[in-house]
């Protein structure tokens, strides 16, 4: 995957989370959004101590793999976690293809990030809407994407804090062209084109897309702006 994973990193791509999915029928929704063009899953783990909510671990991520990797695409998995260290080899062994990490949660980030990248997975590092994009500064060689949140991260169904906008178009002056850059926290028909003017190419949306009546739908609207920007 590694041709295709590096294509999507550097191109317009919405990233539905699966947090706000339909768990009991996971498998199809997966498939609706991705039958409607979406090549990149995102997977929000949580441990209820880093962030206030508990969600899922490398099982659930090694369920989907099969099928988004067979359609093209890739798992973008987003660890809310204390001591991420811990679990990366194990979803990099559930299908995992890209995996970032808050840089408020790692004590040794550079280490962490390298674990990552010798998993064979993309390194990502987040920033929570508060923490100083000065924390990337120190890592740019080390990051394939990086994650700037635009909520405050434990909960879906949350309104984008406007104020992050000036520090993701920040972001995108520092990081260099082929490092992506990615939104997650409330994306949706509303905020989609604020989040397009930061200079941002990488969308996670959870309720936007899962809680709309037609996902397919949904994530085709939201895809449909981003092709108006072009690639």
Wanted: charged letters at 15%; one cysteine or more; aromatic letters at 4%.
């Amino acid at each position: 995957m590694a041709g295709v994973s590096d294509d999507l990193l550097t191109t317009y791509q919405l990233a539905p989370s699966i947090l706000s999915a339909d768990f009991a029928r996971l498998g199809e929704q997966v498939s609706t959004v991705m039958d409607a063009g979406v090549k990149v899953i995102h997977v929000d783990v949580m441990d209820g101590h880093f962030v206030p909510n508990i969600t899922i671990g490398p099982v659930v991520a090694a369920a989907i793999s099969e099928q988004v990797h067979g359609a093209g695409g890739v798992l973008d998995v987003h660890l809310m976690i204390e001591n991420p260290e811990r679990y990366i080899d194990a979803f990099a062994a559930a299908g995992a293809d890209w995996i970032n990490v808050h840089v408020e949660a790692c004590v040794h980030l550079n280490m962490t990030l390298s674990q990552i990248r010798a998993a064979g997975c993309k390194a990502g590092v987040t920033l929570n809407p508060a923490t100083p994009l000065s924390h990337v500064q120190e890592v740019l060689g080390d990051i394939d994407y990086a994650l700037m949140m635009t909520v405050n991260p434990g909960f879906s169904g949350q309104d984008f804090i406007p104020g992050v906008v000036p520090k993701i178009e920040r972001a995108r002056h520092l990081l260099p062209d082929h490092v992506g850059l990615q939104i997650d926290g409330g994306i949706g028909p509303e905020t989609i084109e604020t989040a397009l003017d930061t200079g941002a190419n990488l969308f996670v949306a959870g309720s936007a897309v899962y809680g709309a009546e037609d996902p397919a739908a949904a994530a085709g609207q939201l895809m449909a702006a981003m092709r108006a920007r072009g690639n």
